[in-house]
């Protein structure tokens, strides 16, 4: 299980806390797990009190995480990371005194003895872990860290004995290793965090990359772990676009260079990925991370040959690492148990009596709910107007790029099979269904409707639902205007310009190219000199009233990605308009006082949406006491992780 920040290491009760989730994920049946970055100096926090480990009392905490981990038969290291120029805080240190683009903070240059004592703080942090219990230490040298930044030249301008040629530059690393080793002997698990692809401009060369490898290795280094690009990169990395097993092709270039075991990462979630890599040689090992965020069973799920009841991570980060971003402690949007094991445990606990439950509506959050309260022993029924499961995952699963959503619908389709739910699909629900089906609780899951247009011509053929225009596959013509630039606006753009997520090795490739991945390692840091242009299937205008950055609701994390792809495919982003009437030219709008037309062949109505609520007003009025979740309650602001929360909740509460 690779390293991943979780934010419970900053919170209130969060050793204990992290104790669980650890824990839960070893009897899982994960062979080796990292932890979450833990920094070995101040200077080198990730943001102001993150977590450190620079004390005998911060270590008896961490003593929680391992005994726990050990007592389900796991093995647990603990990464060292020092945030270098990352560093989100005034302390920051770097080899040079250069800010990086993703921080506001300017850092200060290490002196000579500074970087001398730095070494001595990885040192000092590994003898602590040691002493808490850890099985070893993983060394972060990559994703642009500190150690990181003394190994390039971009960032490492020093003159002393740790900048200059590239024997210098690695020395940061390699004292490091060797200082750990020498300290803790040879039991002790190091594994070294090798950025094997900068993709940033002047970024390592690969024969620096493969003469680092050698060293680490002689240092002392057990095992070498994958690094893939900078933090401030541009190139998707881990995003749910990106194809599965992406990278794995530069573990393999490292295969056979040193003898010690190479792991290999990156949008790898399922086991027939993990296997296949194996057996192409690509790599040793394998490590994922968020995938046991989504199910901390994975492992012997796979192990029993049942990787069909696998909740596979779909590579969204909006539960992770978009909260992490925004100072949150993460969770799943396919599993909210994830992170709050301890609080779903005393949910779990409490006394409930078995109930006839009907739920309506087969969306994510009425499968979540059903899936839950089966799980908890009530006897559900799932009922749906629809021929299949899934309500807007059923369009998710059709854009470029969210394929995965097929994985979350395969997950529900054999939950609900193991637990007995019944569902009753091709059904319209009225009052009359639901007497007769006599429930106790009754659940309304109906989700949105696509908000319509009053804007003179809305009613033209030209005018097309993104529900209609997903579901219904209708063709457009090549100039295409999409109104709405939330979520779903962005989805349309990307199911009219991009062909389906390929993670064949041409797929791959192809999605290297577009992303100026240059495999062949011409130039430092793997990055092509120029991309590939490819005509755009159709010219899109996507547009918003508000003024302002389109899209800048998206993830975090991935709303960047969403933005550049567009932009790459030539889509016109306008904002700060208002929409006048629609003609057979096209999109009359008003910018600025000024009325413009936009030709156009088709306009799709991406204008967010209203809950179907229609079926709560009705049971209201015959008296019939429901719960209503998801888009049906609050349609603002829905999406698919409030969505499967909502109903994962209402579950514990029945
Ligand atoms: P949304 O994010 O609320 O966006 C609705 C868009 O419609 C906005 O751009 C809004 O901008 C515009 N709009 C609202 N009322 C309008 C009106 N009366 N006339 C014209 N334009 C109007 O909703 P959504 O795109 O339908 O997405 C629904 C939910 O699913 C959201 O919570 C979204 O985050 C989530 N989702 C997320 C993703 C993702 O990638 N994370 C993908 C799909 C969906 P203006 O008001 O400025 O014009
Ligand atoms: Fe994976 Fe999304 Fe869950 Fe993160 S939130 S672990 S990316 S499914």
């Known amino acids: 299980m690779g390293s991943m920040h979780t934010g419970l290491e900053e919170e209130k009760g969060g050793y204990d806390k992290m104790a669980v989730f650890y824990g839960e994920r070893a009897k899982g049946g994960v062979g080796l797990i990292v932890t979450g970055g833990v920094s070995p100096s101040i200077s080198g926090w990730v943001s102001p009190f993150s977590i450190k480990l620079t004390s005998n009392r911060e270590a008896r905490k961490h003593k929680r995480i391992t005994d726990k981990v050990h007592e389900n038969g796991g093995k647990i290291c603990m990464q060292i990371l020092h945030s270098g120029r990352y560093g989100y805080h005034p302390f920051c240190v770097a080899p040079s005194k250069i800010k990086s683009p993703i921080s506001k903070f300017t850092p200060r240059a290490l002196s000579t003895s500074g970087v001398r004592r730095t070494v001595k703080s990885f040192v000092k942090c590994a003898r602590l872990a040691h002493k808490a219990g850890y099985d070893g230490v993983e060394v972060m040298g990559s994703e642009g860290y500190l150690i990181n930044e003394f190994l390039v030249t971009k960032t490492n301008k020093r003159t002393d004995e740790y900048g200059g040629s590239y024997e210098n530059r690695m020395k940061f690393p390699l004292e490091i290793i060797r200082g750990i080793r020498k300290e803790l002997g040879e039991e002790f698990i190091i594994i070294y965090r090798l950025s094997m692809l900068d993709l940033v401009d002047e970024g390592s060369t690969w024969t620096e990359i493969v003469t680092l490898a050698k060293e680490v290795q002689k240092a002392g280094a057990n095992i070498i772990n994958t690094g893939i690009g900078w933090h401030e990169a541009r190139v998707p990395t881990i995003a749910t676009s990106v194809p599965r097993g992406a990278f794995s092709w530069v573990t393999q270039r490292l295969m056979g260079e040193v003898s010690i075991p190479l792991i290999t990462t990156n949008r790898i979630n399922t086991p027939e990925k993990a296997n296949s890599i194996l057996e192409k040689g690509h790599a040793d090992m394998i490590s994922m991370a968020r995938p046991f965020l989504a199910d901390a069973h994975f492992m012997n799920k796979a192990k029993d040959n049942l990787s069909e009841e696998i909740n596979t991570c779909i590579g969204c980060n909006q539960a992770c690492l978009d909260h992490i971003f925004k100072q949150k402690t993460a969770s799943c949007l396919v599993n909210p148990r994830a992170c ?45 107007r629809s021929s299949e499961i899934g309500g807007q995952f059923n369009l998710a699963k059709k854009v470029a790029g969210k394929e995965e959503f097929h994985e979350t619908l395969r997950y529900f389709q054999v939950m609900l099979d193991k637990y007995n739910v019944e569902v009753l699909l091709n059904t319209n629900v009225n009052v009359d269904l639901i007497k007769s089906l006599s429930p106790d609780e009754v659940v309304v899951s109906t989700g949105v409707i696509p908000r319509k247009l009053s804007i003179e011509g809305a009613s033209l053929p030209s005018v097309i639902s993104y529900y209609d225009l997903i579901t219904k596959n209708i063709p457009v013509g090549k100039k295409v205007v999409i109104i709405g630039a939330g979520g779903i606006g962005f989805d349309v753009a990307e199911f009219l310009l991009h062909e389906p997520m390929d993670d064949s090795e041409e797929g791959i490739n192809q999605f290297l190219a577009d992303w100026g991945v240059d495999t062949q390692y011409k130039h430092g840091g793997a990055l092509l000199e120029k991309t590939e242009k490819h005509a755009p299937k159709c010219e899109i205008t996507l547009l918003q009233r508000k003024p302002g950055k389109l899209g800048a609701n998206l993830g975090k994390t991935t709303g960047w990605i969403h933005r550049a792809g567009l932009k790459k495919s030539g889509v016109t982003m306008l904002a700060g308009l208002t929409y006048e009437k629609i003609t057979e030219e096209g999109l009359w709008i008003n910018q600025k006082g000024e009325s413009k037309l936009i030709a156009c062949d088709n306009i799709i109505i991406c204008a967010g949406q209203l809950p179907a609520n229609k079926l709560k007003e009705e049971l209201d009025n015959s008296g019939i006491s429901n719960h209503i979740i998801g888009g049906a309650r609050k349609a603002a602001e829905l999406d698919a992780k409030a969505a499967i929360e909502e109903g994962t909740f209402l579950a514990y509460s029945i």
């Open 340 to 384: 709050r094991e301890i609080e779903f445990d005393t949910l779990k606990s409490v006394n409930r009596t078995t109930k006839k439950i009907v739920v309506v509506g087969a969306g994510p959050a009425g499968l979540a709910f059903s899936v839950e309260a089966a799980k908890l022993g009530h006897q559900v029924t799932l009922v749906d």
